[in-house]
């Protein structure tokens, strides 16, 4: 995708990152490869750090992928044993990702759940301190709506690809865009959140649960 920030920072900022170990290179290069969405190692660290200031225990994610945000989670928890339930449509993926769990050896603190995200949160209690939403951009506000309350006063709810590869910021908009530009607001505008967007790769929104 188009980078946010411009060639030159963006080759900086790679090139400072602390080296990833054996497998989340393979995972790299898979998602490369096979055209898997992922958050890539300067979402991954960013989401790291948050994950480790709040002290998050509970954890849910929107969107597992291959499994490459949730093992980033799952590091930055193992110190106090939190726990991460995480959300995927499609099976076939679900089963890369937990193969990559097991190889991660988090496995035990993370419990991959295949199905529809919006009926599978119905199934869950919560409360979450940690929210990570990744999936169809179309359901961004409807996943929010659902997990909101969910989320203990004081939790975070991280959104990716808020930015949309700078689209959000040009004239001309296909209908994903516009869905991504209406979520952005709505999260800003929120009564019940205190939001910043952070132009890190495609954009990460963090929202405080107020």
């Given at each position: ?15 400072i990152?602390?080296?990833r170990?054996?497998?989340m290179?393979?995972?790299e290069?898979?998602a490369?490869e096979h ?14 750090a948050?994950?480790?200031l ?5 954890i849910?994610?929107?969107g ?5 945000s ?15 339930t995480?959300?995927e449509?499609n099976?076939?993926?679900?089963e890369?990702?937990?193969?990559n ?6 496995q035990?603190?993370?419990?991959v ?8 949160i119905k199934?869950?209690?919560g409360?979450?301190?940690l929210?990570?939403?990744d999936?169809?951009k ?8 659902a997990?909101?309350p969910?989320?203990?006063?004081g ?9 949309w ?9 296909d209908?994903?865009?516009?869905h991504?530009r ?5 999260v ?21 649960k107020?």
């Amino acid at each position: 995708m188009p980078g946010i920030t411009s060639e030159r920072i963006e080759t900086y900022l790679q090139q400072i990152l602390p080296e990833r170990d054996g497998l989340m290179q393979r995972m790299e290069a898979y998602a490369d490869e096979h055209e898997v969405p992922i958050i890539g190692p300067l979402a991954g660290s960013f989401l790291f750090a948050i994950a480790k200031l709040i002290q998050a225990k509970n954890i849910l994610e929107g969107g597992t992928a291959i499994g490459y945000s949730a093992i980033w989670l799952a590091r930055a928890i193992a110190e106090w044993n939190g726990k991460i339930t995480t959300l995927e449509i499609n099976p076939k993926t679900a089963e890369i990702a937990r193969k990559n769990l097991t190889e991660a050896g988090v496995q035990k603190r993370v419990e991959v759940v295949v199905g529809e995200s919006l009926d599978l949160i119905k199934k869950l209690d919560g409360p979450f301190d940690l929210c990570f939403i990744d999936i169809d951009k179309h359901q961004y506000r409807a996943f929010l709506d659902a997990v909101l309350p969910k989320v203990r006063k004081g939790g975070v709810v991280l959104v990716d690809n808020v930015l949309w590869s700078g689209k959000v910021a040009e004239e001309k908009r296909d209908e994903t865009t516009e869905h991504v530009r209406k979520f952005n607001d709505y999260v800003m505008k929120h009564p019940q959140l205190q939001s910043v967007i952070v132009p890190l790769r495609d954009g990460i929104s963090v929202s405080i649960k107020k």
